[in-house]
C-alpha cells in the first residue's frame, strides 16, 4: 500500500493563527480524503480532496475555515484557520486507490491550541 | 444514512484469552466493511476488509472477522490475546455501490486492554 507522510507530525498554536498540515503520498492516488478525529473520539470526515477541483466537504464542515489544496495526484493540503481551543485534534489525511478499495492513513497532526 | 455500532468502549483481556469486539452495521445493502486499529501517537492500520462473498475474513496479526448478514454483525476476534495488541479498534462501513461518494462511518471505537 502506499506511504503516506504528514507534516507536521503535531503542533501547538496559538488562538487566531491558521496552521497548513502537509499530506504527501509516495505513488499516484486517486482519492485523498481529511479526517478529525477529537480527543477520545471517533473519526470524522472533513472533506474529499479532489485533485484540479474543489475540495467536497461533509456537513458541519466549510471551505473558509478548512480549506483544502490538492495540485497533483500525490499531494494536498488542509489548512485549519483561526484556530480556537475546540479545534485541538488529531487530523488525518487517508488514500485510496478508488472507491472500492480500502482507505490508508497517514500517522495524523496532532494539534493543540492555547 | 449508514451507522456502525461498536459494543463496548473498553474491553479488558488477560493475555492468552480469546479477544472479541463487536460491531454492528445498518446498511439497506450489503456494504464494505473494515476493521482498523490505531496505536498510540500513531494513525489508523487496516486490519481487514469484508467486500466479498466470502464471509470469514482473515486479517493481519492473527485477526479475523466473520460477516453475518442476518445478523447485521462483522465481529473482530483473535483466538490468543499479545500485550502487543493493546490498542484501540475501529469498525468503519462504507457504501457497496462506491461512486464519487466513496465515505468511510466509523464506530467510536473499542480501546483494548491486554493484563499479563
Known amino acids: 500500500s502506499a506511504v503516506i507522510s504528514q507534516k507536521p507530525s503535531r503542533d501547538i498554536c496559538q488562538r487566531g493563527t491558521s496552521l497548513t498540515i502537509q499530506c504527501q503520498v509516495d505513488?499516484?492516488?486517486?482519492?485523498m480524503f481529511w479526517y478529525r478525529q477529537q480527543p477520545g473520539q471517533s473519526l470524522t470526515l472533513i472533506a474529499t480532496?479532489?485533485?484540479?477541483?474543489?475540495?467536497?466537504?461533509e456537513s458541519g464542515f466549510v471551505i473558509d475555515k478548512f480549506p483544502i489544496s490538492r495540485p497533483n495526484l500525490t499531494f494536498s493540503t488542509l489548512t485549519v484557520s483561526n484556530m480556537s481551543p475546540e479545534d485541538s485534534s488529531i487530523y488525518l489525511c487517508?488514500?485510496?486507490?478508488?472507491?472500492?478499495?480500502?482507505?490508508?492513513f497517514g500517522d495524523g497532526t496532532r494539534l493543540s491550541i492555547l | 444514512a449508514q451507522s456502525v455500532t461498536q459494543l463496548g468502549s473498553h474491553v479488558s483481556v488477560s493475555e492468552g484469552a480469546l479477544v472479541l469486539l463487536r460491531c454492528n452495521y445498518s446498511s439497506s445493502v450489503p456494504p464494505y466493511l473494515f476493521w482498523y486499529v490505531q496505536y498510540p501517537n500513531q494513525g489508523l492500520q487496516l486490519l481487514l476488509k469484508?467486500?466479498?462473498?466470502?464471509?470469514l475474513v482473515k486479517g493481519i496479526n492473527g485477526f479475523e472477522a466473520e460477516f453475518k448478514k442476518s445478523e447485521t454483525s462483522f465481529h473482530l476476534t483473535k483466538p490468543s490475546a499479545h500485550m502487543s495488541d493493546a490498542a484501540e479498534y475501529f469498525c468503519a462501513v462504507s457504501d457497496r455501490n462506491g461512486g464519487s461518494n466513496y465515505k468511510l462511518t466509523f464506530g467510536k471505537g473499542t480501546l483494548l486492554t491486554v493484563n499479563p
Open positions: 487517508s488514500v485510496a486507490e478508488d472507491p472500492y478499495q480500502p482507505q490508508h
Open positions: 480532496a479532489n485533485q484540479g477541483s474543489e475540495a467536497t466537504y
Open positions: 505513488s499516484q492516488v486517486t482519492m
Open positions: 469484508y467486500t466479498s462473498a466470502a464471509t
